[in-house]
């Protein structure tokens, strides 16, 4: 399911924000250490406590040191699409699926890009794309959930 915003960091408010209340997932997450500073504000909004892991020269990350980093208030993971170019999504599908983490599919700067004949955004638990970054749009922000979801309801009220 699709749900649209004006921007990427709104959807990935509205995703965490899913997990945390629906699912009782535990309140950190492992972020790329070279991210931009949109993705932490939704983050800290949720007070949840965020961990950087490190990325090697290919912008893949040091999964040798990445093991350590998970512990048991962890209970996401975020997966960035650098610059469109596809990450090792199966590796990080199947570290997500050992550590029990919740795989945040990071697809702002892909959208549109594909891999195995497959979207980017449709391999994490859910994913946030921002197609304003390449349509002559002024924003736009996309939450997609890969996951089945009983219900969701953000409550949003529109601002003048």
């Known amino acids: 399911m699709r749900y649209y915003f004006s921007y990427a960091r709104t959807a990935l408010f509205y995703g965490l924000k899913y997990y945390i209340e629906n699912h009782n997932t535990k309140k950190e997450i492992l ?16 007070n949840l406590r965020y961990i950087y892991y490190d ?46 983490l919740i795989l945040v599919e990071d697809n702002a700067h892909g959208y549109g890009g594909c891999y195995n004949n497959k979207n980017l955004g449709d391999f994490g638990n859910f994913s946030i794309s921002s197609p304003r970054k390449f349509l002559d749009i002024e924003t736009g922000g996309i939450l997609k959930f890969n996951d089945k979801i009983d219900k969701f309801d953000i409550n949003l009220k529109r601002h003048k």
Do not use: R
């Not at 972020?31 to 949720?46: A, G, H, M, S």
């Not at 512990?71 to 550590?99: A, C, P, R, W």
């Open 31 to 46: 972020i790329p250490n070279y991210i931009c500073e949109d993705v932490l504000q939704p983050v800290i909004d949720l």
């Open 55 to 100: 990325l090697n020269d290919a912008l893949e990350p040091k999964w040798n040191q990445l093991k350590n980093k998970v512990n048991k208030n962890t209970g996401f993971i975020m997966m960035v699409h650098f610059f469109g170019k596809n990450q090792n999504i199966s590796k990080y599908l199947d570290f997500s699926n050992e550590n029990n």
